[in-house]
């Protein structure tokens, strides 16, 4: 192994640094909804619609030192009760983890790998609302690391193990 070769003074290698590379990123589900249009696209009103968003981060080994993070957001606008548009993007990317402990590697994939996806799919969303004939909706700056936090409380609540 090359961290059992001494270096020049007799000293062991130092060990590898911790490493992620994004390999690939691409869309893996979109779909946006316009069902009242065009009749929504001329309705106005002195407050703005009612916007909802849900935000759910999963991930899955593809290897050894691979796996895949998916960004799923998923959103609506709505008004007087009726929807004006609605979203929903899957956001994949496929990153290679390596020197990483194995007990830090699920936070990685969860808070790090999903903030590298976000702007991306976070543009994906504004486009299509403009193209669905609506002003572009930026979805706020997401802070994935309490996002995680919240769920390993949530977890530890219901007695379940650390996933």
């Known amino acids: 192994m090359a961290n059992d070769i001494p ?3 007799g000293a062991q290698a130092p060990e590898a640094a911790p490493s ?5 990123q691409y869309t893996k589900d979109f779909s946006f909804e ?10 106005q009103t002195q407050q703005g619609p009612q916007m909802s968003l849900q935000v759910n981060v999963s991930t899955a080994p593809l290897g050894e030192d691979d796996y895949e993070t998916v960004l799923q957001l998923e959103g609506k ?3 007087g009760g009726e929807t004006l548009f609605a979203f ?6 496929v990153f290679r983890i390596q020197n ?11 808070i790090d790998c999903a903030r590298l996806l976000f702007p991306f799919a976070r543009q994906i969303i ?5 193209n ?8 706020p700056p997401i802070d994935f690391a309490a996002l995680f936090q919240q769920r390993m409380q949530e977890l530890q609540a219901q007695g379940a193990p650390n996933a």
């Open 100 to 110: 990483v402990p194995q007990e830090h590697i699920h936070p990685v994939l969860v």
């Open 132 to 139: 669905g004939g609506f002003p572009p909706f930026y979805v």
């Open 20 to 24: 992620m590379s994004a390999l690939i």
């Open 7 to 9: 270096n020049g003074n």
């Open 77 to 79: 606008a709505e008004l």
């Open 88 to 93: 929903d993007l899957s956001y994949g990317g």
């Open 126 to 130: 504004a486009e299509a609302v403009q």
């Open 34 to 43: 316009n069902p009242k249009a065009p009749r929504s696209l001329s309705q």
